[in-house]
């Protein structure tokens, strides 16, 4: 509440004398003017920067307005053509500042942790004009209402404190600013209210815009309330505004999925006569201007809201005084919030906000508001014309919530009776229902979000009101008889635990506690809710007594009473305030009292004299108060039940001794229930004089309540029982039971209809499906039940435990049938195979067991481990049986791994590693979940990490068909109908049903109710209903008519062939039927249909494999290769050429010579490529290490931003450390011509390797994948990915002699696997990864493409035969190609041949090949074989085993022979008895061949190159190495080495001559900086260097420098450079280490870690004397230290240091450590900035002391705009900022000039030249500048992009000028 003298308004100008600018400050062109149309003075802020030109209250940021009203006014006028911008700084209850940003600069809304970035669109603003541009001329006086408080509760889910600051920048014109707790009406005078009696609070005098007579405000001025009321996503629609004033619009929902976060936007909108029509189906309509007189509609402004951290899956925010629209309707639509809500434009003038499906709203067309839990899925009619992404699927709901099985949730005290008593009211989590007591039917009321706390029903059961637990707490009224919301409304307490109605309904009185847990009473007023009216508050107060109960007097709706510990108060509401007074207890003061009730007559009206009030407490007293005497009249105690056979009670129970606690009591027609914690409820006549009945429960009674009639009384238990005592019939009914945990596992019966459900309450439990009650209860006290599983055919139960325990229970003995303890870990999953034979089980060890459950209390059979993920969690849906019975699938052995094995043998019969199907994620992607498709499909789906589902083919592993759309959440459980219509995926809190036969954007209802994450989701066993478990069970009715299988579906039928002997026509019909069903992407080919050719097979006899290809022949509906598995409309293949005539496609006899084909590509024929894909599904990578893989990146090239690598005045690249060992073929030595190169990120690397210099040729904007030398050594090929900027790879031609860049041609998609010149080099020969799959030849004259094939499988490598009737070979996965191309006039042609596996192979795959001598043709395999193959009769003679592993490299000259594998092996072989064994045929032998030499290198060899002699070469490594071998002398020397991983950071020695580099893989390096040659490395295994810091040059000697490095495990380990040895390990934080630096002595050591604590060690003794806990809570980016002179800044010290946090914070502290002083000097704190991208990471904060001005801080990240910022220790404020193109990442400044480099995300360096202002740009790096460096000298820079280091050399006018200064560099 706002302070005394800031109400009702303050004007804020006038009591901060804004005009003599003591209190305030003004920046740039202010000026006070008179303006025309207020006839006042205004200020006018102008200026063409707006930062520069500013009115800013208070003086400095230090101060503080601290204002508390709600409302802020701004009275403003934008300047026309003109931006302007306004910043409000509002702190929160728990003094976090927020910053709050309007602009009509903004072209979207954007959302950090501190800032909120609103767009201003002026008013009439042009058509067509977008969001960022400046007020059009003619723009008005604006009111401007700010809600803080709900601009912050709705945006960032904070409690408002006060206003903070407020800075009005250039350009507008601002009259002044008010805050107030009151909502007025600008358009309403006092004097006009008054006269029409308005119910609105009218405008002050001095706040209000002048009006000429005869003229409406309307006309003359604006008026805008943000955040509108109850509206997230209203239609901006320009309206009329005839009579004065102003009234809400109501939102509509719209389900349509936009992907990428759209802008947001204010729109003063000019107030014209509009009619809206109604839109069909929408409720848009209702009330508009043709249902009466309609109130006028006002302009609002409805950003996109952010999803609160918090928030469940569905929320709705207001305030107190929330409008609602009459009876049925709903003025506050439930909001859905997600976490990416859009905003759609749906025709001319209308902006829709578009949520994400996660989540969605609905609106009826009747107007009411439809209950959002029901169905969050209903298609809206759009607005657009667009065509919507996806498409809706009938029927529409598909679901309808039938049954929840469960009771309470936050609490098992409330259940209620209604008026009638045939009804109880209770809550199940976020659900409420109302339970109809003799037919069992319930009725749900849905639409909060988290669980409810508390309910109320007033007497004529019409209202009921209900509140959630989520805080601030969330009213609810519902029109109980329609079951419809009438008014949703935020209560000031901040969470509510006690609801009452008064008797009238008009009153309803809530008790909580606030923020700060003091406890506060709220009235508010509810007669009008049911008429059109607000729900507003009365009064409200705080108490300082205990609440337990609270009740609103059944005679006196202004007269209350509660009661607590030590309390019982009597309230009364009077006057606006509540008012309350003690009871005298006496001596009953100190008792707890837990329950309150009137007395009643036997009618159930008062009595006729003063009503006595009970109340009852935890020992067992029940007191009689008079409520006028305030005093106890009597009192009584209930005592324990004497043991039987005992002797009788000599008196009355209520007596002296140890009461029973009573926990709950209620009174109606003269009889008192009362429940105590013995288990008991008890009735009693109200003298109390003997107990009339009394019934035994499970546990504690918590809860009584006796109906209106007296005949039944309600009781609830904390064990979750819900029931029901008859008290005519002396019966007690069940009404509802629940587990008091939540539902981990689920199973269903499929005969008697049953479900079995385990929870963490340790119980297992069995309920009836038909009548949602339980059955049976198996407890288990010590352990936890973990999986659950239902004999398929006996009367038996399966449970997994906690223990490792499986135990048998029998349904109809409920007996323990046998019992197992074969898993060490605890049970994850259960699974029968449906046939009986067999029951599965896994724990969280790894362990899987077989049991033979024929009998039921099964037997073990097998037990293998390590064959289930340890990784995965305990998940019960990571194994499932096919539903044939002959299939068992799990995840594991890793997480990233589904395997597939036989029931009966347990035999792995396939196994997938999905994680190499994400190849756009960031991370590995793992499986969480499976589940089979329905027989005879024979899929498998998996549920991953990343939010997909993938559906393989259950033989094969491939990819079918992938569902990308289950994000944002990873699913959880997934299930398939039988009939494969719908998919259902739980995830989050909702349920989600797909339409699974589209293929295309697959429809989606989502349906909420859960208040927690939903864990398994199932069709009942007859797929007419839906279970979901999570919190509770719910169980939905499906509302699609079951389908028979049509004639040709899916499954078959009678009438209709197998797939096997249906032709092809037919099978087409098969599969593309109207009838829904899901079409299988692959067709089965059968006899009759035409030959298909298979690459992946052998040729049948008599075959010689001929044929030829074109993209013009046939189609192929099979190619598993390159998409997976799709459809196509006439995609290219390879078609076989016949030996005879006619049209049949026969194949050719043996003998036959090459034939010639159709022409591959001609300019003038057009691709199929891009035509004939039906749907883009990602293909498998193939399981050889020969394959490129690029790495992922999180950045992309700029577009607006012109870049050099040549270098300018000041920067150029000198060397570049390091070789992209992830690239294939990458590298090319030509040992004649000395030519040698290599790749590394997107550099091709030119490196003389005598003298060691080299040069660099830029231009790929993405990662190398592999090069290739013409023969002449004249031209050299370079080939990298595709990218965001580029669809197509690059393919570069240089031209050796001079390094220019020849020629730039492009045709692959997605990688280029191998490039290859023809033995002329005439040719160009190029070939795609296994996602392209296209082989491309280009004419080296041109570079044109002259002939392309596509592939049907991938293919690993290819190389040119020396002669020209060679051609070309290529190596794949089942077979050898040869490809002759042939021209024919203008046309190339390609002949192709192919051969399949030899047998010696086996099941391997070719993978490397290389020409020797003709016609010898060596090719190796991915089982370590090496076979020799004679071209000219096209057959393998001689096969022998070369490796363990796969080899990936081949090279032959001569007698030698050069394998490389990924076992890390170089072998050289002796093959000179090759020639001759190829005359003896298939009777060689390999004894010939022996290996004459061998080295291991440090990773897989990646590629190779050797002289003539074979006797010395270069071989490169996956590891980033490149190493020369010698086999004379049998070694191996590093030639190139590099970090395998990121590179963390930089230091170098105090004397320049060295530099230590850390990386992710653990290690440390030192490098020579004069030959950038490695000197040493130390080793850590499993761990990741994440800072590193040198020693300064004061800490003594040279030898006695050291190295200091922190690693991931929170260790700091001291390296002596000299010795090559570590010297110290400290261990001074828990968590990984991310920053470390060395004080100015070097004496002591700073290190920062990832939760924001700085540590002060003793690098000698090794112990942390210190620890500093300033920034904790985000991660220490930055610690620096350097001298100062003792007493600068007003502090003792030598040492200056700082640190700098995530959280935009940077504190800098003086410090002598000999003294143990440490001072803070400085605190810096900006808001965050918020990131380009949602995908995007927020900026790091960067700090760093300036070299030439020590008081100068240096920052980056720090504001809202990527600028630099030079902050000045003495005027402690920004002196100097630097504009930036992007976010800075890295930042470094130059000890000796005046030069700032700086590194972007954006793969851009920068390096700005302070002292002349100008600024050069290269672009050199393949993925983002996370690190620049300048060395101690200034003379050279580091930079690094993940693993990549280049080293630039700072020349020009900058480049050497000064001197640096010791320990200065950054």
């Not at 001025?221 to 209203?234: L, N, T």
Request: aromatic share 8%; charged share 20%; hydrophobic share 40%.
């Amino acid at each position: 509440m706002a302070r005394a003298w800031q109400h009702p308004f303050l004007n804020v100008f006038r009591h901060f004398r804004v005009d003599e600018w003591k209190r305030s400050t003004k920046e740039g062109d202010v000026a006070a003017v008179m303006d025309r149309t207020l006839k006042s003075t205004v200020y006018r802020i102008r200026g063409s920067v707006s930062a520069g030109n500013y009115i800013q209250l208070p003086k400095t940021s230090t101060q503080s307005l601290g204002l508390t009203g709600r409302y802020l006014y701004v009275l403003f006028r934008p300047l026309p053509t003109k931006h302007f911008v306004i910043h409000l700084d509002v702190s929160t209850e728990d003094s976090q500042v927020i910053r709050v940003s309007f602009s009509s600069l903004f072209k979207e809304f954007k959302s950090t942790a501190t800032w909120l970035q609103f767009p201003f669109v002026c008013e009439a603003r042009p058509s067509g004009q977008e969001l960022g541009e400046a007020a059009p001329p003619g723009v008005r006086w604006t009111c401007l209402q700010l809600d803080l408080l709900d601009i912050l509760l709705i945006y960032l889910n904070r409690r408002y404190g006060h206003l903070k600051s407020v800075r009005l920048c250039a350009n507008l014109l601002v009259r002044n600013l008010y805050t107030s707790d009151l909502s007025f009406d600008p358009a309403v005078t006092v004097t006009e209210a008054r006269r029409r009696k308005l119910a609105v609070t009218p405008i002050p005098r001095e706040m209000g815009f002048p009006v000429p007579k005869g003229e409406r405000w309307h006309d003359r001025y604006v008026h805008i309330r943000f955040p509108g009321d109850g509206s997230k996503a209203p239609e901006l629609v320009p309206r009329s505004c005839s009579p004065p004033g102003a009234a809400l619009l109501r939102p509509v929902a719209v389900r349509k999925q936009v992907p990428n976060r759209a802008s947001s936007g204010v729109r003063i909108s000019s107030p014209v006569a509009v009619s809206a029509p109604q839109v069909p189906g929408d409720g848009a309509g209702r009330g508009g201007p043709d249902a009466g007189d309609a109130p006028p509609l006002q302009p609002l402004w409805a950003p996109e809201v952010p999803r609160p951290p918090s928030e469940g899956s569905l929320a709705c925010r207001g305030s107190e005084g929330s409008r609602v629209g009459g009876p049925g309707g709903c003025g506050r639509v439930p909001l859905a919030w997600a976490q990416f809500p859009d905003r759609q434009a749906t025709g001319k003038g209308v902006h829709r906000f578009a949520p994400s499906p996660a989540v969605e709203p609905e609106a009826r067309e009747d107007g009411v508001c439809e209950p959002p839990g029901r169905k969050q899925g209903r298609q809206q009619v759009p607005l657009s014309k667009k065509p919507s992404p996806q498409k809706g699927f009938l029927p529409d709901p598909v679901l309808k919530l039938k049954g929840v099985i469960g009771f309470g949730g936050h609490s098992t005290r409330w259940a209620l009776w209604t008026q009638d008593g045939a009804a109880v009211v209770y809550p199940c989590h976020a659900v409420i229902i109302a339970l109809h007591v003799e037919t069992r039917e319930q009725r749900f009321f849905l639409g909060h979000t988290d669980k409810v706390s508390s309910l109320a029903l007033d007497e004529r059961s019409s209202l009921l009101a209900s509140a959630q637990v989520q805080p601030p707490s969330m009213l609810r009224l519902w029109d109980f008889g329609a079951g419809t919301c009438l008014s949703l409304f935020r209560s000031p307490v901040h969470s509510i635990g006690l609801l009452s109605f008064s008797s009238s309904g008009t009153v309803l009185c809530g008790v909580g506690r606030d923020s700060h847990g003091r406890t506060m009473v709220v009235a508010w007023s509810t007669g009008r809710v049911g008429h059109g009216g607000e729900v507003a508050v009365l009064a409200k107060a705080y108490t300082d007594a205990d609440v337990q109960a609270f009740e609103v007097a059944f005679f006196d709706d202004t007269r209350m009473v509660s009661c607590g510990r030590g309390s019982v108060r009597l309230w009364r509401l009077r006057g606006g305030g509540l008012r309350s007074c003690p009871v005298d207890l006496g001596e009953h003061h100190a008792l707890d009292f837990t329950g309150l009730a009137f007395e009643r007559s036997q009618d159930g009206q008062q009595a006729p004299l003063a009503p006595a009030l009970l109340v009852c407490s935890r020992s067992g007293h029940v007191l009689e108060i008079d409520c006028q005497r305030l005093a106890v009249r009597r009192a009584r105690r209930l005592l324990p039940a004497q043991p039987p056979g005992g002797p009788p009670p000599q008196k009355p129970p209520f007596s002296s001794g140890p009461g029973v606690p009573v926990s709950s009591l209620s009174v109606a027609r003269g009889v008192c229930a009362v429940g105590s914690e013995d288990g008991y409820l008890r009735l009693w006549p109200l003298d109390f004089s003997s107990v009339l009945l009394e019934a035994e429960h499970e546990g504690p009674v918590g809860w009584v309540r006796v109906s209106p009639d007296g005949l039944r009384v309600l009781s609830t238990t904390s064990a979750g029982q819900l029931g029901f005592l008859d008290v005519p019939a002396r019966e007690y009914s069940v009404l509802a039971r629940a587990h008091a945990g939540p539902v981990l596992a689920f199973a269903t019966e499929r005969s008697r209809g049953q479900l079995a459900t385990v929870s963490q309450d340790a119980s297992v439990r069995v309920w009836d499906l038909a009548t949602l009650q339980q059955l049976y209860d198996f407890a288990a006290p010590d352990e936890t039940p973990q999986a659950v599983a239902f004999h398929p055919s006996g009367q038996a139960l399966f449970c997994g435990f906690s223990s490792g325990v499986l135990r048998a229970f029998s349904l109809d003995t409920l007996g323990v049938l046998g019992e197992h303890r074969c898993h060490r870990g605890a049970v994850t999953g259960l699974a029968a195979t449906p046939d009986g034979r067999f029951l599965f089980s896994s724990c969280s060890q790894g362990g899987l067991a077989q049991y033979n459950c024929i009998p039921l209390g099964c037997c073990v059979l097998r037990a293998a481990g390590n064959m289930v993920s340890q990784e995965a969690g305990p998940s019960p849906h990571t194994l499932a049986v096919s539903g044939d019975s002959h299939l068992l699938a799990f995840v594991g052995p890793s997480k990233y791994t589904v395997t597939v094995v036989a029931t009966a043998s347990l035999d792995v019969l396939l196994r997938v590693n999905v994680s190499t199907l994400d190849a756009a994620g960031s991370s590995l992607d793992s499986a969480v979940a499976i589940c089979f498709s329905p027989a005879p499909t024979r899929h498998l789906l998996v549920a991953t990490s990343a939010g997909q589902v993938l559906v393989l083919d259950a033989e094969s592993g491939r990819v079918v068909r992938e569902l990308s759309a289950i994000r944002p959440a990873a699913c959880s459980s997934l299930a398939l109908s039988e009939d494969a219509r719908f998919l259902l995926t739980a995830g989050d809190w909702a349920v989600r049903v797909w339409d699974y036969p589209t293929r295309a954007g697959p429809g989606c209802q989502v349906y909420i109710g859960h208040s927690e994450p939903v864990r398994g989701v199932a069709f009942t066993p007859d797929q007419r209903q839906v279970l979901s478990v999570g919190d509770t069970v719910f169980l939905w009715d499906v509302l699609a008519t079951p389908v028979g299988t049509p004639e040709g579906s899916v499954h078959g039928s009678a009438g209709a062939p197998p797939p096997a002997e249906a032709g092809a026509g037919q099978q087409e019909d098969l599969l593309s039927g109207a009838h829904e069903l899901p079409r299988r992407l692959v067709p089965v080919p059968s006899q009759a249909s035409p030959p298909q050719l298979d690459l992946r097979a052998g040729h049948p006899a008599g075959s010689d494999g001929v044929f030829s290809v074109s993209d013009e022949e046939g189609s192929c509906e099979e190619n598993p290769g390159r998409q997976g598995s799709h459809q196509a409309t006439s995609p290219p293949t390879l078609v076989e050429k016949g030996s005879g005539g006619g049209g049949a496609s026969t194949r050719g006899s043996a003998g036959e010579p090459w034939a010639l084909g159709l022409p591959c590509f001609h300019p003038s024929q057009p691709s199929s490529q891009g035509t004939s894909k039906a749907e883009a599904v990602p293909a498998i990578r193939p399981d050889s290490y020969k394959h490129f893989t690029a790495r992922f990146k999180a950045s992309a090239c700029p577009q607006s931003v012109p870049f050099s690598l040549a270098g300018g005045e000041q920067l150029r690249l000198k060397a570049v450390v390091g070789y992209n060992g992830n690239g294939r073929a990458n590298m090319v030595w030509r040992p004649e011509t000395g030519f040698f190169a290599y790749s590394c990120g997107c550099l091709v690397v030119v490196e003389d390797l005598h003298s060691g210099l080299q040069q660099h040729w830029p231009g790929h904007p993405e990662e190398i994948s592999t090069l290739a030398l013409s023969h002449g050594a004249q031209v050299l090929a370079s080939a990298s990915v595709s990218s965001s900027t580029a669809a197509k790879c690059q393919i570069r031609i240089w031209a050796v002699p001079g390094g220019s860049c020849q020629r730039l041609i492009s045709h692959h998609s997605s990688a280029v696997q191998a490039l290859a010149f023809s033995p002329d080099d005439r040719l160009l020969f190029t070939l795609g990864d296994y996602r392209d799959c296209t082989l491309a030849l280009w004419s080296t004259a041109t570079y044109t493409l002259v002939a392309r094939a596509h592939l049907l499988e991938p293919t690993h490598s290819m190389a040119c035969g020396p002669g020209d009737a060679c051609g070309l070979a290529c190596v794949g996965q089942a077979a050898l190609t040869f490809w002759l191309p042939r021209q024919r006039g203008p046309d190339v042609h390609l002949q192709v041949h192919r051969e399949p596996v030899p047998e010696e192979v086996g099941a391997g795959e070719l993978t490397a090949l290389c020409f020797s001598s003709p016609p010898l043709l060596y090719c190796g395999s991915n089982a370590g074989q090496i076979c020799v193959w004679d071209t000219g009769t096209r057959r393998c003679f001689l096969t022998w085993g070369a490796d363990d592993g796969e080899i990936g490299v081949l090279l032959c000259s001569g007698a030698r022979l050069v394998s490389g594998s990924n076992t890390k092996r170089l072998r050289l072989w002796a093959v000179g008895a090759v020639p001759e064994l190829r005359l003896k045929g298939s009777g060689a032998r390999s004894s010939s061949v022996f290996m004459e030499r061998e080295v291991a290198l440090d990773g897989a060899v990646v590629s190779a190159a050797f002289d003539d002699s074979m006797d010395m070469g270069v071989a490169g490594s996956s590891a980033g190495t490149l190493w020369y071998v010698s086999w004379a002398e049998g070694s191996s020397t590093r030639l190139v080495s590099g970090h395998r991983s990121r590179v963390n950071e930089v230091a170098f020695s105090p004397g320049g001559s060295r530099c230590a580099t850390g990386g992710e893989d653990g290690s440390v390096r030192v490098w020579s900086l004069a030959s950038m040659e490695l000197v040493i490395q130390f080793q850590v295994l499993n761990q990741s260097c994440l800072c590193l810091a040198w020693s300064p040059p004061s800490c003594g000697h040279p030898e006695l420098q050291r190295v200091v490095a922190g690693y991931s495990d929170g260790t700091l380990r001291v390296f002596r450079v000299s010795r090559t040895e570590m010297e110290l390990k400290m261990h001074p934080h828990p968590v990984a280490l991310t920053a470390v630096a060395f004080s100015t002595d070097g004496q002591t050591l700073l290190s920062g870690d990832k939760d924001g604590l700085v540590a002060v060690s003793r690098p000698r003794t090794g112990m942390t004397v210190r620890v500093l806990s300033d920034h904790r809570g985000a991660p220490i980016s930055t610690l620096q230290s350097t001298r100062k002179e003792d007493g600068d800044f007003g502090v003792q010290g030598a040492d200056l240091w700082l640190a700098a946090s995530g959280d935009q914070r940077v504190s800098v502290w003086a410090s002598d450590w000999p003294k143990d002083r440490c001072e803070l000097v400085d605190w810096l704190s900006f808001p965050a900035p918020a990131p380009l991208e949602p995908s995007r990471c927020p900026p790091p904060t960067l700090a760093a002391f300036c070299p030439w001005d020590r008081g100068l801080l240096v920052c980056a990240g720090l504001g809202r705009r990527p600028e630099v910022l030079l902050y000045s220790l003495h005027q402690k404020q920004v002196v100097e900022t630097i504009p930036l193109p992007f976010f800075a990442v890295s930042l470094s400044l130059s000890p000796g000039a005046r030069l700032l480099a700086v590194g972007f995300a954006e793969r851009v360096l920068r390096l700005v030249d302070c002292a002349s202002g100008t600024a050069q740009d290269v672009a050199a790096h393949a993925d983002s500048v996370h690190l620049c460096r300048f060395t101690p000298s200034a003379r050279l820079l580091f930079t690094a992009a993940h693993n990549e280091l280049l080293v630039w050399e700072a020349t020009g006018p900058g480049g050497h000028r000064g001197t640096p200064r010791p320990g200065t560099g950054v």
